[in-house]
């Protein structure tokens, strides 16, 4: 059931399903999108872990438009509601921009309370061109409607798959210009502080087992960069799915729950 809790002034929306002991599961979403992202996987990943969804500020069910944030807020505003519920150590398990607010709570409380990481569908390029583009469209209010639906299909690409088709439909609404616009100007300027999620990663000055799960795009040089990240730094992994979206935890939850097992089975007893 969602919930909600006041967080330094900040109202935030989340469940908390489960009881088993060693880490917990911090489910984080993409712009734009709730908690429901996930319900596919909580199935799955409750009957071994404590799951927490948390829902950004303003994307819970009161979708009224708030102030202006960041991923710095998101992360404090995350940390907040995780230390109200008595959370000693957990794993996030991030989809798309979601990931940066897990690479920042790691860096923030180090690999002794966030001992792994999963990131869902990053981008870990620097920004290609279309898509900085398509940040830029959804920061103009005289175009950011076509830019949103343009991203909308990209993410899409042309699936039938159901589940993924209602998400999109019938439970990521209720942002207009104010909640995109930010989307875009909060993505651009991650990418132009670190370059890319890899460039992020880098930089964590505590490595720990971090993994990327993804299905696209369908390139070689992606593969390959991700090959030659791992070679570099051996605490990072990735699993290529063969999904057609950009939503793998909710077009393949269940596979998308033994990444994250898998990933927990990593890391080094202390």
């Known amino acids: 059931m969602i919930t909600t809790m006041t967080v330094d002034g900040v109202q935030i929306a989340f469940d908390d399903q489960g009881h088993e002991p060693g880490p917990a599961l911090v489910l984080l979403n ?29 994307h819970g069910p009161d979708r009224t438009p708030v102030g202006d944030f960041g991923v710095e807020e998101m992360t404090s505003d995350t940390i907040g509601l995780l230390d109200a519920l008595e959370v000693e150590s957990f794993v996030p398990v991030s989809h798309a921009h979601g990931g940066w607010v897990a690479l920042d709570m790691a860096e923030r409380l180090g690999s002794e309370r966030v001992p792994a990481a999963l990131l869902l569908d990053l981008i870990m390029t620097p920004a290609p061109p279309e898509f900085l583009a398509a940040l830029r469209g959804i920061q103009d209010p005289a175009q950011w409607k076509a830019g949103r639906d343009a991203l909308v299909r990209s993410w899409l690409a042309d699936t039938t798959n159901q589940a993924v088709l209602d998400h999109v439909r019938y439970q990521s609404g209720g942002h207009g210009f104010d909640m995109w616009a930010r989307a875009g100007r909060v993505i651009e300027n991650a990418y132009a502080t670190w370059s890319s999620p890899m460039g992020r990663m880098e930089r964590l000055t505590d490595p720990r087992p971090i993994r990327h799960v993804f299905s696209h795009p369908k390139s070689a040089a992606y593969d390959t960069l991700h090959e030659e990240f791992r070679g570099r730094h ?22 998308v729950a033994a990444q994250v097992f898998d990933l927990v089975a990593t890391i080094p007893a202390r």
């Open 234 to 255: 051996p605490w990072f992994s990735y699993t290529r799915l063969d999904g057609e979206t950009h939503f793998p935890g909710i077009e393949l939850p269940e596979q």
């Open 30 to 58: 993409g712009w734009g999108h709730d908690h429901r992202a996930f319900d596919g996987m909580v199935p799955y990943l409750r009957e071994r872990h404590r799951v927490i969804r948390v829902c950004w500020r303003g």
